[in-house]
Nanobody, 115 residues
């Protein structure tokens, strides 16, 4: 059974940092493109960052220079480091694992940026 378990969300003041983690099980992690998406209330889910099995990344313009993604294949975990957080970064953040027709989602973790 495939599981993607996100952690690390919370309430942070503007300008602060958070690191999200996503632990995967039930998949050959190193083969998958891993990604972080987010969905704010009333909005569609959007791509934040993805990292391919080879380590290449794709980043949304809205987070460029502030967020980075990394993966540890030995731990089957992908990370999202978020710096210089803004109120508009408030959303539920979802972990995604994709390999050809196989596409899995985590349950999401809430990130709230507020003073």
């Amino acid at each position: 059974q495939v599981q993607l378990v996100e952690s690390g969300g919370g309430l942070v003041q503007p300008g602060g940092s958070l690191r999200l983690s996503c632990a995967a099980s039930g998949i050959i992690f190193s083969s998958y493109t891993m990604g972080w998406y987010r969905q704010a209330p009333g909005k569609q889910r959007e791509l934040v960052l993805i990292i391919s099995s080879g380590g290449g990344t794709n980043v949304a313009d809205s987070v460029k220079g502030r967020f980075t993604i990394s993966r540890d294949n030995a731990k089957n975990t992908v990370y999202l480091q978020m710096n210089s957080l803004k109120p508009e970064d408030t959303a539920t953040y979802y972990c995604n694992a994709k390999y050809y027709k196989y596409n899995y989602w985590g349950q999401g973790t809430q990130v709230t940026i507020s003073s």
